[in-house]
């Protein structure tokens, strides 16, 4: 699988002024400060395509519409866990995530909080999502590699949905990750 990598800063070098420069690739991201945690407000765009596949690796855009200007790059989770990360910031925890929507008011609610008012509604009358946060997900979607026996990555859902990488372990030997989507969840 491949999805969105957002990074939060280490505490002794959180960047609180907005933005955090990558000094790899020179690319500017804006940040956010929420309660005590300090956000990426974008996704990363940081090709780690070391092996120098031009179809790349680890890390791939979605060509439509060079959608990697809007919604960042879709990684693998080692690709995220190894080569992504900036110096000074690193791939939230599952615990990280979890302080972040507890600080917000739940899970019921924080999406709507971190949510891009722009990207994610459905009709002029979807007044629930706020931004609030300045946190600003975008719908990128999410990835999925090897389809058809392919180096390939098929794409799904961008637009509608958005998904980010945590760095723990569940219990399966798989990885936490966290997703919002446009449709409404029951409660």
């Known amino acids: 699988m491949a999805i969105a990598v957002l990074f939060i800063a280490t505490s002794s070098v959180a960047q609180v002024t907005g ?16 309660g ?20 790349g690796t680890d890390s791939w855009c979605n060509t439509i519409d060079d959608m990697c200007v809007t919604y960042g790059r879709l ?7 190894k080569y992504a990360c900036p110096s000074g910031w690193h791939l939230p925890s599952d615990a990280d995530w979890k302080t972040l929507i507890d600080f ?14 722009t990207a994610w509604k459905i009709s002029e009358k979807d007044t629930a999502i706020t931004n609030s946060s300045g946190f600003t ?19 799904s859902f961008p637009g ?12 399966n030997s798989n990885i936490y990750y966290r997703c919002m989507s446009n449709h ?3 409660n």
């Open 19 to 34: 933005t955090f420069t990558d000094s790899r690739d020179g690319k500017a991201y804006k940040t956010v400060t929420i």
């Open 36 to 55: 005590t945690q300090t956000w990426m407000a974008e996704n990363l765009n940081f090709n780690t395509n070391f092996s120098g596949n031009i179809n």
């Open 75 to 81: 990684y693998t989770y080692e690709a995220a866990k």
């Open 104 to 117: 917000l008011g739940g899970e019921k609610i924080a999406g709507n909080k971190l949510k891009s008012t």
């Open 137 to 155: 997900a975008l719908p990128g979607g999410w990835g999925q590699e090897g389809m058809l026996n392919s180096k390939k990555v098929t794409f």
């Open 160 to 171: 509608t949905e958005g998904c980010w990488w945590s760095s723990t372990p569940d219990p």
């Open 184 to 186: 409404t969840c029951p």
